[in-house]
T-cell receptor, first 112, second 114 residues
Framework: DQQVKQNSPSLSVQEGRISILNCDYTNSMFDYFLWYKKYPAEGPTFLIS?????DKNEDGRFTVFLNKSAKHLSLHIVPSQPGDSAVYFC???????????FGAGTRLTVKP | EAQVTQNPRYLITVTGKKLTVTCSQN?????MSWYRQDPGLGLRQIYY???????DKGDVPEGYKVSRKEKRNFPLILESPSPNQTSLYFCASSTRQGRPYEQYFGPGTRLTVT
């Protein structure tokens, strides 16, 4: 039972354009959401997060949007750079609980 | 340097031969977790620990054991490995302070069970 879903296994965009990665969740108890980035042969690294009391969080080129009614979040990368090419994982958790659920990941390729 | 270390990084073993993958963090984090990554399934949590001597099952705990006797260490034990435990394993840690839930991951351990 995958409670966090990333339905696009891969995404390819041109350098300088916007990348939009999507994530859906089924458990309405989740109240904290995160995006991680993973390069080959390395562990995932934290990218950006959002609490359920917000609908947007921005950090430089990265913005996460949360739509609680649709149980949907998205990660926007603007402008995309070749160094952004990686696998991106969406994750969800509950406050004061270390039980974190991850999506299957989306492989982003940014072409020069 | 703040880091999570795992050993070994690569391991090939045979069915039924007990093994332990070690995990250590130097950030004094309270939370530690183990995940496995499989194609199409992403990261699935095996076990987690919220502090010393406190462990809980994650999504896929069957066939695994853990212990948390010291804050910095969280070993993963496979008492009788089977081929379906062939996977890429990650250890992670995080803190209650500042930005909880934002986990620091180790570099991964690729395990093959034949």
């Amino acid at each position: 039972d995958q409670q966090v879903k990333q339905n696009s296994p891969s995404l390819s965009v041109q350098e300088g354009r916007i990348s939009i990665l999507n994530c859906d969740y089924t458990n309405s108890m989740f109240d904290y959401f995160l995006w991680y980035k993973k390069y080959p042969a390395e562990g995932p690294t934290f990218l950006i997060s959002i609490s359920s009391i917000k609908d947007k969080n921005e950090d430089g080129r990265f913005t996460v949007f949360l739509n609680k009614s649709a149980k949907h979040l998205s990660l926007h990368i603007v402008p995309s750079q070749p160094g952004d090419s990686a696998v991106y994982f969406c994750a969800a958790s509950r406050v004061n609980n270390n039980d974190m659920r991850f999506g299957a990941g989306t492989r982003l390729t940014v072409k020069p | 340097e703040a880091q999570v270390t795992q050993n070994p990084r690569y391991l090939i073993t045979v069915t039924g031969k007990k093994l332990t993958v070690t995990c250590s963090q130097n950030m004094n984090h309270e939370y530690m977790s183990w995940y496995r990554q499989d194609p199409g399934l992403g990261l699935r949590q095996i076990y987690y620990s919220m502090n010393v001597e406190v462990t809980d099952k994650g999504d896929v705990p069957e066939g695994y054991k853990v212990s948390r006797k010291e804050k910095r260490n969280f070993p993963l034990i496979l008492e009788s490995p089977s081929p379906n435990q062939t996977s890429l394993y990650f250890c992670a840690s995080s803190t209650r302070q500042g930005r909880p839930y934002e986990q620091y991951f180790g570099p991964g351990t690729r395990l093959t069970v034949t």
